[in-house]
T-cell receptor, first 112, second 113 residues
Framework: GQNIDQPTEMTATEGAIVQINCTYQ??????LFWYQQHAGEAPTFLSY????GLEEKGRFSSFLSRSKGYSYLLLKELQMKDSASYLC?????????????FGTGTQLKVEL | DTEVTQTPKHLVMGMTNKKSLKCEQH?????MYWYKQKAKKPPELMFV???????INESVPSRFSPECPNSSLLNLHLHALQPEDSALYLC????????????FGPGTRLTVL
């Protein structure tokens, strides 16, 4: 099976930088996704890492270390609209194809 | 069109009812997914269809019956549900099973009385 851990909640200040960590233990690992989900809405794709290293996309960056089973999502220049749940999702290879298993999510609150 | 649509947005049903959830995408994606999400929990995979064939069934009870009538449509037929089945049901699609960037629909909020 898979074991995916993220902090439950984080609070940060508008304009600041926040790092959300995700650790995982799984077999058949193929890659790691980060999704953003606002309350009552569908998850939206933020990033995908398959190789070790940092992927940067605007204010959002994501890092992966396959050997350590570790990823983080870095959000810069925080805005109030960034208040949401951030879901780490591990992609695993199965006989039926690739599938995603989501972590429990980190609820980020951005304050003034 | 880069959207996944789902109908209805909300559904209330009794335990003896039969209802269906519908999902549609016109992005040419060949993989489609059903997830169940309880409040303050992550989405949990239920079914995966690839090229209109059931590829993954995550040991979902038979009271949930998926159907993929064509490459753009995915249905979830519901029968004899339990109150604990109340949740947000999310549909998603991706280019194919090898491309796991999934686009999610807005979900159907289901309440079973």
């Amino acid at each position: 099976g898979q074991n995916i851990d993220q902090p439950t909640e984080m609070t940060a200040t508008e304009g600041a930088i926040v790092q959300i960590n995700c650790t995982y233990q799984t077999s058949g690992f193929n890659g790691l996704f980060w999704y953003q989900q606002h309350a009552g809405e569908a998850p939206t794709f933020l990033s995908y890492n398959v190789l070790d290293g940092l992927e940067e996309k605007g204010r959002f960056s994501s890092f992966l270390s396959r050997s350590k089973g570790y990823s983080y999502l870095l959000l810069k220049e925080l805005q109030m609209k960034d208040s949401a749940s951030y879901l780490c999702a591990v992609e695993v290879l199965t006989g039926g194809g690739n599938k995603l298993t989501f972590g429990t999510g980190t609820q980020l609150k951005v304050e003034l | 069109d880069t959207e996944v649509t789902q109908t209805p947005k909300h559904l209330v049903m009794g335990m003896t009812n039969k209802k269906s959830l519908k999902c549609e995408q016109h992005m040419g994606h060949r993989a489609m997914y059903w997830y169940k999400q309880k409040a303050k929990k992550p989405p949990e995979l239920m079914f995966v269809y690839s090229y209109e064939k059931l590829s993954i069934n995550e040991s979902v009870p038979s009271r949930f019956s998926p159907e993929c009538p064509n490459s753009s449509l995915l249905n979830l037929h519901l029968h004899a549900l339990q109150p604990e089945d109340s949740a947000l049901y999310l549909c998603a699609s991706s280019q194919d099973l090898a491309d796991n960037e999934q686009f999610f629909g807005p979900g159907t909020r289901l309440t079973v009385l």
